[in-house]
């Protein structure tokens, strides 16, 4: 366990001065509710750097919804998030992910930049940015840009973010009449636990119960987290009958690739992976009383 006394810490209060010293201070990480990080830089999982720290840049830390479209702010907590009655009407799948990260203590620190630049497969928060489809605001020296969620991650741990660069915003366009979806989690215990395998599933059904659209995300099973295309086709078109939501949930292991670790094997993985997505499905083709 590594000591951190010799760390510099730079603390700023607004956005432009985060900029200026990404800018001028080489080698700078930047940290926010820091449940993530610190941890990392203590057991020397990435190398000792100093930091910025920029968690009381109040600017960071809203949730809006203007002109059709949800707004998060990067330093937003869990906490925030689970209680935002916006986040609630426009994004449930988020608002569930958002319980389930960890303790209440992890809620009220933890951020929803962090979780999605920390880029950790098994991010809780993840599943459902990409089932929503969601983009994030990304600011620097050279303005501002737009960057779809599956688009920020090229690989494991590596993102199309420049070492200037922050996450600024969340942005959500929310799905619309029809849609209904669950976020799930499995964990080696009940709470506070990080995922062996979690995801999402958004689906629109149309009046006859018929799946319009349908959206499968899931984690801990890849490098990044991964839509299933597989599983989606099979979907599409269909009714939600008990032998279709098993074939969707078949479908989803031609698209993951898990690994073995402390956790859990790549086999488990699998398995777990084919029946949330079914029980998930079940539970959404219950809700809607396409099956009794």
Request: hydrophobic share 45%.
């Amino acid at each position: 366990m590594q000591h951190l006394a010799d760390v510099e810490v730079y603390s700023v209060r607004t956005l432009r001065e985060a900029l200026e010293l990404l800018s001028s201070v080489k080698g700078l990480r930047v940290i926010a509710g820091g449940t993530d990080l610190i941890v990392q830089l203590k057991t020397g999982v990435v190398p000792k750097t100093n930091l910025l720290d920029v968690s009381r840049v109040d600017e960071l830390r809203y949730v809006r919804f203007e002109d059709g479209i949800l707004r998060i702010g990067a330093l937003t907590t869990f906490m925030e998030i689970y209680r935002s009655e916006l986040v609630r009407r426009h994004a449930p799948l988020l608002a569930e992910a958002a319980f389930t990260v960890g303790s209440f203590q992890i809620m009220n620190k933890g951020t929803i930049g962090g979780n999605i630049v920390n880029a950790s497969p098994a991010a809780d928060s993840l599943p459902p940015l990409y089932v929503l489809n969601a983009e994030l605001k990304i600011v620097g020296p050279r303005g501002e840009r737009f960057v779809r969620i599956q688009d920020f991650y090229k690989g494991y741990k590596k993102l199309d973010l420049m070492a200037d660069e922050l996450v600024a915003e969340v942005r959500i366009r929310p799905p619309g009449e029809g849609y209904v979806g669950h976020f799930f989690k499995h964990g080696l215990r009940r709470g506070d636990a990080i995922a062996v395998v979690n995801g999402a599933v958004l689906l629109m059904l149309s009046p006859e119960g018929i799946v319009r659209d349908a959206r499968v995300a899931l984690g801990a099973v890849a490098p990044t987290v991964v839509r299933s295309p597989s599983s989606e086709r099979v979907l599409v078109g269909s009714r939600l009958s008990p032998e279709v939501m098993w074939r969707a949930a078949e479908a989803v292991v031609n698209d993951i690739s898990p690994i073995d670790d402390v956790r859990g094997s790549a086999a488990y993985r699998r398995e777990l992976s084919v029946n949330y997505v079914f029980m998930t499905l079940y539970r959404i083709a219950r809700e809607t009383g396409v099956v009794a």
